[in-house]
């Protein structure tokens, strides 16, 4: 009895050793490889107008007529603001009516002149009388030309009260309305017009980025660097990526003293008016990199800050690998230390791994992957 017992205590502790020692899991293992591949550098920006234009009155009056909402958009020529006429109108009737009265004078000292010229010749009166009439005459046509100018003046003082746009653009803040006094000396723009066809984007560059600025594009002066620079992406403040690329143009001669960092600006299309002046976003300055260690984040994991991936070493056992992450491009980090080209890592099922863990390899590509990435 007691040896029938000892025997089937040792057949069960027998099936439990095998139960508890499952086959090696099957994981897809990934061989790392290096191509090129673009990156970015982002930089905060702000969005402005290519001309923002203080609309201002060039007379004093009051303020007639706003024709215009704010934010709207107005074309060229299109009419703003109107302020009372009348005072200007009156003063242009008066300067007429003067041009009148100027040119009658002008017209009697020609008939005064007319008339002594062939007494003066026959000698029946002195030149003396003739001189003195060129002279009225003189002063008749001198004073026919200032009612001129007065006239033209006050036409220009007129059209000055319809107050048109100088471009086509969007409406500002218009802070007086019907009825304010408003003329030259007003500290207050009417309003302000934003010319948006083309929006121009600042942003800065540390010390450090411009240096690394210098160095990635080729040129001998920072004017030809700036012409072999790529064309740019405008991230939205949504986080969307703005349809149209842009170009960057010019950068400030110097750093600020207070900021240390140095400006750029770039300039995007806006033919559909979607961006406006005062709206904010990032730059994206790519950067292309001629070979680069990539591995797909989802193959990585995280401890203590630092990132890792699981090798495979002889035996098919996995080792943790500390990286060095120089980048990243889409869902690959971009990798200077911990592996080089040729090693396998474990691509997926990561979380049930441990140091020294025996696993059954399954080769994958990871083609597709680059190609969804375009790298």
Known sequence: ???IVLYSGCSSSSAGDNASAPPPPDLPVISVGS???????EFTATLQGSRDIEIRPQVDGYLEAIYVEEGALVKKGQALFKIDARPYREQLNTAVAVLASAKAALENASIN???LTPLVENNVVSDVQLRSAKAAYNAAKANVAQ???QVQSAKINLGYTTITAPAEGYIGKTPFKTGSLVGKSTPEALTVLSETRNIHAYFTMS???FIQFKEQFPGNTIQEKIRNMPEIELVLADNSVYPAKGKVELAEGQFG???????????FPNANGLLRSGNTGRIKVPNLVDNSLLVPQEATFELQDKVFVYALADSNKVIGKPLTIEGTSGNFYLVSKGLKAGDKIVYQG???????????PKNTSIDSLFKSASL
């Open 350 to 360: 990561i979380d049930r791994l441990r140091d020294g863990m025996v696993i059954s």
């Open 257 to 267: 003293k207070t900021t240390g960092t140095i400006s750029f600006r770039a300039t």
């Open 1 to 3: 009895m007691p040896g």
């Open 113 to 115: 002149v007319s008339k």
């Open 147 to 149: 009612a001129q100018a």
């Open 207 to 209: 010390e450090v980025d």
């Open 35 to 41: 191509r090129p591949v673009t990156t970015y550098n």
